[in-house]
């Protein structure tokens, strides 16, 4: 997702509600994301289709398309997943977003369409366990680490318009720009394909966790 960086770099955030950053921006409508990843979808797989792989890799050339074709699940309408098991967290990871992002179809737009483009081409050839694990952290960073703020232009100052999520974690918030070094420590933002695989995240154990929250 390294190309979301700059598209939504004026208008992000960082929350440092220990973790990471925040994206910010109005346009368009939800209709223009939508269509725009249905007509990215791949096309629907062949009659002749062999036996789903059990690990979504890459693979080269002509088997690779044979084997995505085979892997592709058309369920509902979702033309967009490799894996069945992804439907849940995907869909999950959509409702963060649609909450977190709300009417602000521009960022909830690039943060869906990177994240449907790493899951579709698989440049790391992660195995469908750690995708799932990925699609979690990605709902867990919208959910808790993005916060929708507004710019009153007389005055300079963001309006937050924190969610339910922030309220319960409990966590601090303070907006304080667009923080560019934390914001490449984010494995599924900061790779490009090609790279070798991303290490497992670390995850860090707070020892309290505060009430208070500043808007």
Not at 66 to 95: H, I, M, N, V, W
Not at 105 to 121: D, I, K, N, P, Y
Request: charged fraction near 25%; hydrophobic fraction near 30%; glycine fraction near 4%.
């Amino acid at each position: 997702m390294a190309q979301l960086l700059p598209a939504v770099r004026s208008h992000a955030f960082v929350v440092l509600s220990r973790p990471l950053s925040s994206h910010r921006r109005n346009f368009a409508s939800a209709a223009i994301s939508r269509n725009a990843l249905e007509r990215s979808a791949p096309p629907p797989p062949s009659s002749a289709v062999s036996a789903p792989s059990s690990s979504c890799t890459a693979a080269p050339s002509g088997e690779r398309e044979r084997e995505s074709d085979a892997c592709f699940a058309q369920k509902d309408g979702e033309k967009t997943l490799p894996c069945p098991s992804l439907r849940r967290p995907y869909r999950d990871f959509l409702r963060a977003c649609a909450k977190t992002f709300g009417e602000d179809f521009e960022a909830r737009f690039h943060v869906t369409r990177q994240m449907t483009q790493m899951l579709r081409g698989n440049p790391f050839r992660l195995p469908t366990d750690r995708l799932i694990r990925e699609l979690k952290d990605a709902s867990d960073f919208v959910r808790f680490h993005i916060v929708q703020a507004q710019l009153n232009p007389d005055t300079g100052a963001y309006r937050a318009t924190p969610t339910d999520d922030h309220i319960r974690k409990g966590d601090v918030i303070e907006l304080s720009g667009y923080d560019a070094e934390r914001m490449q420590k984010l494995p599924w933002l900061s790779r490009k394909p090609g790279d070798s695989l991303p290490p497992e995240p670390t995850r860090e154990t707070s020892p309290r966790q505060s009430t208070e929250a500043k808007f």
